[in-house]
């Protein structure tokens, strides 16, 4: 069974770069649809960012636009999500997931099937 293998996540200053991989595990297999959630602690999981199928179209939540960009290479079925300027704020777990079936750039997680197992990011002030 196809897995998303996170990696990039740890421990940095506020107003530093982070840079967050996603990978499926399968050659094989074509994400279509892409996106990254991240779940702070004790609040719910929210939608970070998403990306179609061949990334034409993009999705940013509010508090991350301007800061985050996602991008994604088909060939090595791999996506990237690029943190900039991070504040505190922006702790949480951050998992990638895709959907084999969704070619939109989706906001609900429940328009995504396959997760990663989670990357822990915090951002110390």
């Known amino acids: 069974q196809v897995q998303l293998l996170e990696s990039g996540g740890g421990v940095v200053q506020a107003g530093d770069s982070l840079r967050l991989s996603c990978a499926a595990s399968?050659?094989?297999?074509?994400?279509?649809?892409m996106a990254w959630f991240r779940q702070a602690p004790g609040k719910e999981i929210e939608s970070v960012a998403a990306i179609s199928i061949m990334g034409a179209n993009k999705y940013f939540a509010d508090s991350v636009k301007g800061r985050f960009t996602i991008s994604r290479d088909n060939d090595k079925k791999t996506m990237v999500l690029q943190m900039n300027s991070a504040p505190p704020e922006d702790t949480a777990i951050y998992y990638c997931?895709?959907?084999?079936?969704?070619?939109?750039?989706?906001?609900?997680?429940?328009?995504?099937?396959?997760w990663g197992q989670g990357l822990p990011v915090t951002v110390s002030s």
């Open positions: 399968e050659r094989s297999f074509t994400p279509l649809a």
């Open positions: 997931a895709t959907s084999p079936t969704t070619i939109h750039a989706r906001v609900s997680s429940r328009s995504y099937d396959i």
